[in-house]
């Protein structure tokens, strides 16, 4: 298979796994607490999601063609949540990454040295999916964290449970060497 082709398969299973960890979080939250900040300076997880998504809907709009800096969006009130029911937060969320996903479908891989542009700034579509593959598990890893802090119960852990690498471990080198995406087997089990 082509290099283009494997980085976008790769990138597509990357960007599912880490949606993937995000909603696994937010399954085990009571709704009141998507909403809960703990000062002044902290995003709620519904904030840090409506930022996502506005990010996501900007980015993935149009992506050959536009500005992935939308005229439309208003990046500030982003973060000034509005959103207020969990429906309307797995809403949001399911809106941004619809719209990556329908993105990345469409692309070809002969497209990926292709230069598009953030705010003005030139990028190749290589570099500008690296960019969002690291800002989106960026996020993703504060809801993550913030959850596992402020949930009532006990944590279902979304990795390696603590204190478990040794068996982890020996479970994967006991299988034969093959070539496959960690998150082939990371989303069967979060599943």
Do not use: C
């Not at 500005?67 to 969006?73: L, Q, S, T, V």
């Not at 000034?80 to 797995?90: G, R």
């Not at 800002?135 to 006990?154: E, L, R």
Request: charged share 30%.
């Amino acid at each position: 298979m082509e290099a283009n082709t494997l980085y976008l398969e790769s990138v597509k299973k990357q960007f599912l796994y880490y949606k993937t960890l995000g909603e696994k979080a937010m399954e085990q939250l009571e709704p009141e607490l998507l909403f809960v900040t703990t000062n002044e300076d902290t995003n709620s997880i519904a904030t840090i999601v409506k930022h996502l998504s506005g990010n996501m809907l900007s980015r993935w709009t149009d992506f050959l063609t536009t500005d992935g800096e939308k005229e439309w969006r208003n990046r500030d009130k982003e973060f000034e949540n509005d959103l207020q029911t969990k429906e309307a937060v797995l809403d949001a969320w399911d809106k941004g990454w619809n719209r990556l996903f329908t993105t990345l479908n469409e692309l070809q891989p002969e497209q990926l040295s292709s230069i598009i542009y953030i705010r003005n700034e030139g990028h190749s579509v290589i570099e500008a999916i690296n960019r969002q593959l690291a800002h989106y598990p960026f996020h993703v890893g504060q809801m993550v964290f913030y959850a596992k802090q402020i949930k009532k119960t006990n944590w279902d852990t979304l990795s390696i449970p603590k204190n478990n690498s040794k068996e982890y471990n020996s479970e994967k080198f006991a299988q034969e060497k093959s070539i496959k995406n960690f998150t082939d087997a990371e989303l069967k089990r979060l599943k």
